[in-house]
DNA sequence: TTCAGTTTTTGCCATTTGGCAAATGTTGTT
DNA sequence: AACAACATTTGCCAAATGGCAAAAACTGAA
């Protein structure tokens, strides 16, 4: 649980006794690819710690398409804010891209550690708004680029994630089809 | 400042004591068309509610192409996060779309705020997360829809705004050409 | 190794969008 | 009204991307 450890501190402070608190409500669980950690039509109850693999986050639009909103890797929360905030049906999948290990935390559990550790508000808003700035950050410029452009783009920003996610969910992401990612990766060579 | 308050009400409760100071920290601020609110390269220290008006966030990409990210109108707060928070120079530019009326805080005004009012922190930070993700919410499903739905959506989405936005500024948030964006139009009527 | 199942690449052509410049329309000022 | 300044539309053509289906490459199990 290292990695959730050294996460957390860079949102704030925890003591000894803190970090065992959270460890100890945390529960591990295994995802194989393809499964889903949460669906859409369900009211999300949990958050997850990616301590391994990759997630996506995906949605089907009107016309039947499967489109993915964005890839969670490594070190990064998982947590459909709309639904599990609000507490509203989601309208999207959480899947496993790859195996995954996930660090898991039910309602209880985060409500037990608000009421406990003083700076836990402090430190999940601020891991909530840097998270929500990024994904802003990432997604906004791709509008205004190219499918070529934004390839690279996401080359140059995840390098490891490329080799690591099927050709067709990395096309829905990007938001071009599935040939014409294939026709770029074979220009850019 | 009616507007102001109704808003922050929505997000905790706030005795009139508080309100009023609130009030006490908030400072009028009219704006011309076209004139900036903050700048790139400059460290964002203030934080603007729009009264009236719209605002538009923007920057220029490595072609030298100014892209409009989002607009911003009554009644949402307009805050370049990344620079604010972390307090680092700003890669964009927050303009008048519109003749505005703001209310301004700040960094003092809202340190101020967060000591003497105990839901202060939790109000800014459900705020904060909301504005996100529907910022997310809003760009993210743009990606996987072509020139004309994208319009589509944003006619549906903001009815009012249309009219009220140059189309150069409302194809470049688009992420479409003029002439494209003109040519849909008459396609649509 | 072989085979079936899956993923990726490719060819062909249609459609969408961009680039550029000229024409047209709009607005505000004198 | 007349003009300048600005915004929008349009025509023409080129480039980018999509749609579909077949071929090729890859993967894992027997």
Redesign the interface.
């Known amino acids: 649980m290292e990695n959730l450890i050294n996460y957390l501190l860079q949102f704030g402070q925890l003591n000894q006794q803190q970090i065992e608190l959270i460890k100890s409500k945390a529960k591990v669980i295994e995802l194989k690819k393809e499964d889903y950690f949460s669906e859409a039509g369900k009211i999300s109850r949990q958050v997850a710690f990616v301590d391994g693999g990759i997630l996506r986050v995906c949605y089907y639009?009107n016309k039947g398409?499967e489109?993915t909103?964005?890839f969670i890797d490594e070190n990064n929360f998982a947590v459909d804010?709309?639904s599990f905030?609000y507490q509203i049906p989601s309208s999207e999948y959480v899947q496993a891209v790859t195996d995954c290990k996930l660090l898991v935390f039910s309602a209880e559990a985060l409500k037990d550690l608000s009421l406990t550790i003083i700076a836990w508000?402090?430190i999940i808003?601020a891991i909530?708004?840097k998270s929500?700035?990024e994904?802003?950050?990432r997604?906004?410029?791709?509008?205004?680029e190219d499918a070529k452009a934004r390839y690279i783009s996401f080359l140059d920003k995840f390098p490891q994630l490329a080799n690591r996610i099927p050709l067709s969910l990395l096309a829905?992401y990007?938001?071009i089809t599935q040939s014409s990612l294939s026709r770029i990766r074979k220009n850019i060579r």
């Open positions: 639009n398409e489109i909103r964005y804010l709309n905030s508000n402090s808003s909530t708004a929500l700035i994904k802003v950050n997604i906004s410029p791709m509008l205004a829905s990007l938001g």
